[in-house]
């Protein structure tokens, strides 16, 4: 076992590890810190795959972005952490057994006598002017560009789609037109009321 594969059997270790604190662990803060840890050990595996792209977009875009996002999301919610406890024993039994029965079929699907270190030989190394980047790119602009073209018009659409739910006026809602506002005279902002004094009798 040479210094690569010790490698790859710590890093997957600790990607399972992490993958499951993510889905056991109470805390939401927790968890997104331990799906940080996920994102950038996934980061290392691609990093021995020679997929530096790949692997430098997942911590810029994931770890870098999106879960700063959630960690964000996740502080500022009053997340009432003891409603969440309730029900995890009643539910555990049933969650442990669909948990071992996924363990089991992976297991059998993914299993050395079709996923084994002998069925796949290791990545030839490449040369010193190889850039991952622009191989990465010649197949996604050639073979795959008309599924990059579909996925980019049904990105787009999400975006309009959400732009115009948020931006939606509803009956109930109360908001500010900003044209008054800057359209308004100094003397509507205040108003003198003349009232007679009363009588003390």
């Known amino acids: 076992m040479n210094f690569e594969?010790?490698?790859?059997?710590?890093f997957s270790t600790v990607l399972v590890a992490a993958a499951v604190m993510v889905i056991t662990i109470r805390n939401p803060v927790k968890a997104a810190l331990f799906l940080v840890l996920t994102f950038f050990t996934a980061a290392c595996l691609w990093i021995l795959l020679e997929a530096e792209f790949l692997a430098i977009?997942?911590?810029l875009v994931y770890v870098g972005a999106v879960m700063?996002?959630?960690l964000f999301v996740v502080m500022m919610l009053d997340v009432n952490l003891v409603r969440l406890r309730e029900g995890f024993a009643e539910y555990l039994p049933i969650g442990g057994i669909v948990a071992v029965l996924l363990v089991l079929e992976m297991a059998i699907i993914l299993g050395p006598q079709r996923f084994g270190l002998?069925?796949?030989p290791e990545p030839a190394g490449h040369a010193a002017d190889y850039s991952n980047t622009r191989e990465l790119g010649r197949v996604l602009y050639t073979a795959y560009v008309y599924p990059f073209e579909i996925a980019a018009v049904i990105l787009l659409v999400a975006i309009i789609a959400a732009i115009a739910l948020a931006l939606r006026r509803r009956k109930d809602s109360k908001y500010q037109d900003p044209r008054k506002q800057i359209r308004v005279e100094p003397a509507e902002r205040l108003r003198?009321?003349?009232?007679p004094t009363e009588k003390r009798g």
């Open 57 to 59: 977009a997942l911590v």
């Open 192 to 195: 003198i009321v003349k009232m």
């Open 118 to 120: 002998g069925n796949f």
């Open 68 to 70: 700063v996002l959630f």
């Open 5 to 10: 594969q010790l490698l790859f059997y710590f």
